[in-house]
């Protein structure tokens, strides 16, 4: 062997150990700091912001009545096929959705049915909790989706949370103000 491949081969491993180290240093550094989990959903729980697009909602007009036209543009824009909209006429000659369901196992929530609904009816919310064991619990129908609330106002914070026993349901408590749980994360 050369002399040269003889470097090459002592800088290779230098390389490779000092490589080591520094790993090595950042997982011990992470073994003995506090932990960054966020305790979910016992006590806390994550505000998405207002702009996050979650579950998807149908709007009102003033007078209670539902907002689509059931113009079916929304189920032609989106890109997974995922919204069935039937439109049906009434007495007075108003469109409305005999039959409007989301499938939400199929959605990508990209906003676009959001974007070309000329009556504003349709919206994306902040709600993001809406696992299941079936497929089929994942499609929503027009009653549902009107029951869904809207948008907040503010966001992106922690709210603290406790389980009801009794019910099995989560119950926020309070917003946590100016919590900001990259803190805990260090940057080496």
Request: net charge negative; aromatic share 12%; charged share 25%.
């Amino acid at each position: 062997m050369s002399r040269a491949q003889d470097r090459i081969g002592t800088w290779i491993g230098w390389t490779f150990f000092a490589d080591l180290a520094n790993a090595l240093t950042l997982t011990f550094g992470y073994m003995f700091s506090s932990p960054v989990t966020m305790q979910y959903p016992d006590t806390e729980k994550w505000l998405p912001y207002s702009r996050y697009r979650g579950h998807h909602f149908l709007k009102r007009d003033e007078e209670g009545e539902i907002k689509c036209v059931a113009c079916e543009l929304c189920a032609r824009i989106c890109p997974c096929d995922c919204i069935e909209v039937v439109p049906y006429e009434d007495e007075k000659g108003n469109r409305h959705p005999a039959k409007f369901e989301i499938d939400t196992a199929r959605c990508l929530f990209c906003g676009l049915c959001e974007d070309a609904c000329p009556a504003d009816a349709i919206a994306l919310g902040q709600q993001y909790e809406f696992s299941s064991f079936s497929s089929a619990d994942l499609v929503i129908g027009r009653d549902d989706l009107l029951a869904k609330p809207g948008k907040a106002a503010t966001g992106g914070g922690v709210v603290s949370a406790r389980l009801n026993t009794k019910k099995d349901v989560l119950v926020e408590t309070k917003e946590m103000q100016g919590y900001n749980w990259w803190r805990n994360i260090r940057r080496t």
